[in-house]
């Protein structure tokens, strides 16, 4: 277990080679997927203690954007998806709605993961992306988030791409425990994808922390 008030650390790490040579403990950075964890609290108490430090939570992708998309500001993202994402397009309606959460308007990114599921409603991108529309908005919806995407791991164990985003549910819930059980599992089921490799640097990033807190 891990114990009250462990920091997380000041983790910001993106993945994939976006951001050709630049690394963090060889994990590749992409600056416009930023992960910052938080403080670990008491079981009832994981939604104090400097939430408005974080970025706004937004869907991570299994992949990185391409370089020149990556280096633009998540407004820019937003506007460079906004113009070649087609209705139907729910591929690109999902990295519409991920750059919208990241630019802070959840409004526009739950329009388009509502497009995207309209186009194909099997999508688990779309599905965690208006999960985590909702856990932006309030406590509440954060509550409901993690629940959510812990629904959505029962019915998909493979998938690391639910794996890492019910993680990031955690370390925004400030569930330190439930962020490494989740990223363990993304790294579990496959270690050399970008996932893979970005949830293990958080881990080691975690681990580092609690050794120097002398908790390790």
């Known amino acids: 277990m891990l114990v009250v008030g462990l920091a997380l650390a000041a983790i910001v790490i993106g993945f994939g080679g976006a951001l050709g040579d630049t690394t963090v403990d060889g994990a590749a950075i992409d600056k416009a997927q930023p992960i910052v964890a938080g403080v670990v609290a008491a079981p009832g108490e994981e939604l104090t203690g400097g939430a408005s430090s974080l970025p706004p939570l937004a869907l991570v992708l299994e992949e990185p954007a391409p370089a020149p998309i990556a280096k633009l500001t998540p407004d820019q993202q ?7 994402a087609g209705i139907g397009d729910a591929a690109m309606q999902v990295k519409l ?13 739950e329009q388009a993961f509502r497009r995207a599921l309209a186009a194909e409603p099997t999508s688990l991108e779309a599905q965690i992306g208006l999960a985590l529309v909702a856990g932006a ?5 954060l509550k409901k988030a993690g629940v959510a995407l812990a629904g959505l791991a ?3 164990p493979g998938s690391q791409l639910v794996w890492f985003n019910r993680g990031w549910v955690d ?6 425990a439930g962020a490494i059980a989740a990223w363990r599992r993304v790294v579990q089921i496959g270690a050399t994808t970008p996932l893979g490799r970005t949830a293990a640097t958080l ?14």
């Open 78 to 84: 937003a506007a460079r998806y906004a113009a070649t």
């Open 137 to 141: 908005r309030s406590d509440a919806g």
């Open 154 to 156: 029962a019915s998909n």
């Open 171 to 176: 370390a925004y819930l400030r569930n330190g």
């Open 203 to 216: 881990l080691a990033g975690i681990a580092k922390a609690k050794k120097a807190s002398g908790n390790g």
């Open 97 to 109: 709605g991920a750059a919208q959460q990241r630019a802070g308007n959840q409004d526009a990114a």
